[in-house]
Every structure is written in structure tokens, then in C-alpha cells.
């Protein structure tokens, strides 16, 4: 019995302990009220945490500066190179760009751009230089190119029609500049060539024709001339009916202006008529032309069939043209007058040809419309 209740006692002991709860500490009871007497006057280090924050920011700082600096001076470098490409770039560009000094040792290379030969062109800028200084059709100087260069330039738009752009690279200038040349050195040189040589000498008389009369001319040696139209097409005057109506070529079945070529017996043209509407006939041509007025008694044209103009001549003056078909076959001797008359009126055929050479009157375009007299003439 005692040994039982010892044994329940020890239990109810045990199961006390293990329930026992360690006693609570309080906060306010731990507070340190004031420092402690040893810790006066002692510096409190920053822990290596700060130190190590404040060493990564230094080091940023230097890193941003010193990558600041070398982008200055990339950009200064680049700058420099940009300003040394573009010096290199202009002087390749002055020492290879088109000039007439490039091709002056090459004389049918001058022939295929300018239509002359080497020794007409130079004599074609001495007379040029003595014009100086020359009105612009843009106003302002040209000093990029020489005299001789803008001449070149103007007989290389009329011998091969390249456009402006073309000729801007090839110069190394723009293109309103090669408009201002263009244009400026058609009206010069169509006031040096055609109104103070061709328009000035007139056509040659008859004493002078004879002194170089062809073989092809000795039925006709009294020729004074012989004449000829040609048409130029040009682009559809879309502004204006009534413009479009008048230049309407029957003939060619375009819109076209016509012109009137003379030439002597050796084949030298020594008249050229200023452009009309493609609609106007030979005969108008020549009686507005002022051809006939250079012509005196005793005189002989020669002409194609469509020049019926033996009512409107000076008194005294002989037209002589093929002959028309009023039966049903030519006699002998008309066949005899017209194989003649070909034979002589050949030159002035070839003549158109060769001024049909100059490729800008293949098509007169419309900026060029108001200049095409000028330039018709220039080329003849």
C-alpha cells in the first residue's frame, strides 16, 4: 500500500516537471538605461558593410567619368576623321572629275562630245574668253569651271543630249548650275556663231559660189542656193490647244517644228530660218523667212517639189524643181532634169543630216521649247 502511494507521488511528481514553463522575461526589465562608464570617449568604426558600399560608389563614379572621357574623345576623333574624309573626298573629286583638259590630247574623243574638231574648239574659247564678263541666265558667277569647261558642257548637251543630272556628276557640280551654263552658253554662243558669222556674212553670191562650184553643178551654175525644210519633234504643248493644232505635222504625224536649211553648191550651209509650228507650210516658210530678200536678179533655187514658190521670188530670180508627173510617165528628158536636180539637191540633204547629228533636236522637250530657234541655229 505505502508502495503504491510512493509510486502515484513519484508519478505526480514527474508529470509536474515535464509541465513546467520557463518564467517569462520581460522586455522593460533588460533596458539598458545609460552606457556603460568603460565605453566613453571610444569611437564607434563603421561597420564593413558601409565601408564597402561607400568604396563601390567612389569606384562608380570613376568608372562613368573615365568612360565619359574616352567617348569626348572618340567623338572628337570621329569629327576629325569625318573633316579629313571629306577634304580627301574633294580633292579626289577635283582631280578626277570631267574637264576639257582630260580629253584635249584625245581629238575624236572632242569630236564625239562637242561635234568640232580640237583645233575649232580652242579657236571657239579664244573668241568666247573675249566676252568677258558674261551675264548668266541665272544671274551670279560660275567660277567652279573654267571657260573652256562650260563650253564643253553646253556642246555636250547639244551633241549627246545628256541630261542635267548626267552632267552634274560628271563636272562635280549641281544640276541647277549645269542649267545656268546650259542656258547661258546657248544664247552666247548662238550670238557669236550664228548672228555674228552666219547671219552677218549672209548667203554668198554667185561669183563666190562658182570659185568652188562641184561637177554635180554644171547645169546649174548660176545656184545661188538650195533649200530644203525640216521638221523637229518636240513635246506635246499639253497648256494650249490651239498651240497643239499648229505644230500637228500631216507629215510626220506628230506635233514638230520645221525649219528652212540653205546651202551652197559645195555644200556649206549659208542660211538657217528661225523655227515655226509644224503645220506651216514650205512656201510660208520662205516667204516669212527673209530668205528671198537676200536674193537678187539673176539668181537660181534649187528645190524640192513642195517649194511651189515662183509667185512669191524677187523679179529675176529662177526656182528650179523636179518636175511634176502630168502624164503617165516622165519623157527622157524629165527623167535627165530630175536625175540632175538629185544630184545637186543631195547637199543639202546631207546637210540636214549632219545637223540632226546633235541629238537634243531628236526631241525638244518642253524647258527647252523657248530656246529651240536658238538651239536649231546654234547646231546648223
Sequence with gaps: ??????????????????????????????????VPADLHGVTVQPSSSTVSQSSAA?????????????????????????????????????????????????????LQFTGLSVDAFQVLVCMASKLQPINYYLGG??????????????????????????????FGISSATVKNVVLTWISVLHEMLFDGLLGAVGIPSQLKNQSSLPSSFSSFSNCRIVVDCTEVQIAVPRNSMSKQNSTWSHYKQRNTFKGLIGVAPNACITFVSKLYPGSTSDKQIVQHCGVLQQLNSGDLILADKGFVIQDIVPP?????????????????????????????????????????????????????????????????
Design 141 to 170: 558667277k560660275v567660277v567652279s569651271l573654267g571657260v573652256a569647261d562650260q563650253i564643253l558642257m553646253g556642246l555636250m548637251k547639244l551633241k549627246r543630249n545628256y541630261t542635267h543630272v548626267d552632267l552634274a556628276m560628271r
Design 1 to 34: 500500500m505505502c508502495c503504491n502511494v510512493s509510486c502515484v507521488h513519484v508519478y505526480r511528481n514527474r508529470t509536474r516537471t515535464r509541465h513546467v514553463r520557463p518564467p517569462r522575461i520581460s522586455v522593460e526589465s533588460h533596458h539598458v538605461s545609460a
Design 316 to 380: 529675176g530670180v529662177f526656182v528650179n524643181v523636179p518636175p511634176f508627173l502630168l502624164k503617165s510617165q516622165f519623157t527622157p528628158q524629165e527623167v535627165m532634169c530630175t536625175k540632175r536636180i538629185a544630184r545637186a539637191r543631195i547637199h543639202v540633204q546631207r546637210a540636214i543630216e549632219r545637223i540632226k547629228g546633235f541629238q537634243i533636236l531628236r526631241h525638244i522637250p518642253v524647258h527647252f521649247r523657248p530656246w529651240a530657234s536658238k538651239i536649231f541655229q546654234l547646231c546648223a
Design 58 to 110: 567612389d569606384a562608380t563614379d570613376n568608372f562613368i567619368a573615365s568612360q565619359a572621357n574616352q567617348i569626348s574623345q572618340l567623338t572628337r576623333e570621329v569629327l576629325e576623321l569625318r573633316q579629313q574624309i571629306h577634304s580627301l573626298s574633294e580633292q579626289l573629286r577635283l582631280t578626277t572629275r570631267f574637264s576639257y583638259a582630260s580629253i584635249s590630247t584625245q581629238p575624236e574623243v572632242v
